[in-house]
Antibody, heavy 118, light 109 residues
C-alpha cells in the first residue's frame, strides 16, 4: 500500500523559506512522477509542480516559477519542495501526490503539511 | 479563473444518480485522460477516477466518461458519504502543466 508522508511545514514570515519533504513507501518510487498540489483556505485545489520519475523534467505553475524548486532523491524515496521568497498567498496545505503511470494524473495522495506565511 | 470549468454546486437525494461535468479544450481534455478527486475539508483528497480506471477501494457506483473536450463523473446510487467537493484535472499541453477545475460542491439531500 502506497504511503506518502509530508513534513517540513510551519509558520514563516513573508520573504522567508521552507523546505518540504515527502517520504514515500509501498511503491517503487523511482518509477513514478510526483506532484506537489496545494489547497489554500477557502479556495480550490491548485497544482504546484511536477517532476518526472527520473528527475529529468520539472514543471511549475506560473505563480511559483523562480521561487519554488521541486526535486527528488530516488535513493531515499523522498520528494522535496524548496520554497523561497514566500508570500501570504502561498499559505496552504501542501500535498505530495503520485502519478499512476500515465505521466500526469494522480492516484495516491499524502496527508498534507500546512504552510502558513504570516 | 480555472482552465477547466465545473458546476459550482450539484445536489441529489440518496439513491439518485448525479453527473458532474468538466469542460476544457483541445489542449487539455481533448488530448489527455482526466482525473477526478474527492475532497472533504480537513482531510486528504482521494482519487475516485483517473482515465477509465477506478482506483482500488472506490465503489463501482463511480464512473467516468469523456466526449471531445468535456469529461463527466457519474455517481449512481448517491450515498450520504459522497457529499464532498469534487475536482477534475488533467495535463494542459499549451501550459505545460497540470490544471484543475474550480471544483463542484456535491450536496446529498
Amino acid at each position: 500500500q502506497v504511503q506518502l508522508v509530508e513534513s517540513g511545514g510551519g509558520v514563516v514570515q513573508p520573504g522567508g523559506s521552507l523546505r518540504l519533504s515527502c517520504a514515500a513507501s509501498g511503491l517503487i518510487f523511482s518509477m513514478f512522477g510526483m506532484h506537489w498540489i496545494r489547497h489554500a483556505p477557502g479556495k480550490g485545489l491548485e497544482w504546484v509542480a511536477f517532476i518526472r520519475y527520473d528527475g529529468s523534467k520539472k514543471y511549475y505553475t506560473d505563480s511559483v516559477k523562480g521561487r519554488f524548486t521541486i526535486s527528488r532523491d530516488n535513493s531515499k524515496n523522498t520528494l522535496y519542495l524548496e520554497m523561497n521568497s514566500l508570500r501570504a498567498e502561498d499559505t496552504a496545505v501542501y500535498y505530495c501526490a503520485k502519478e499512476p503511470g500515465d505521466g500526469y494524473n494522480v492516484d495516491s495522495w499524502g496527508l498534507g503539511t500546512l504552510v502558513t506565511v504570516s | 479563473q480555472s482552465a477547466l470549468t465545473q458546476e459550482a454546486s450539484v445536489s441529489g437525494t440518496v439513491g439518485q444518480k448525479v453527473t458532474l461535468s468538466c469542460t476544457g479544450n483541445s489542449n487539455n481534455i481533448g488530448s489527455y485522460a482526466v482525473g477526478w478527486y474527492q475532497h472533504i475539508s480537513h482531510s486528504a483528497p482521494k482519487t475516485v477516477m483517473f482515465g477509465d480506471s477506478l482506483p482500488s477501494g472506490i465503489p463501482d457506483r463511480f464512473s467516468g466518461s469523456k466526449s471531445g473536450t468535456t469529461a463527466s463523473l457519474t455517481i449512481s446510487g448517491l450515498q450520504p458519504e459522497d457529499e464532498a467537493d469534487y475536482y477534475c484535472s488533467t495535463w494542459d499541453y499549451s501550459l505545460s502543466g497540470q490544471i484543475f477545475g474550480g471544483g463542484t460542491k456535491l450536496t446529498v439531500l
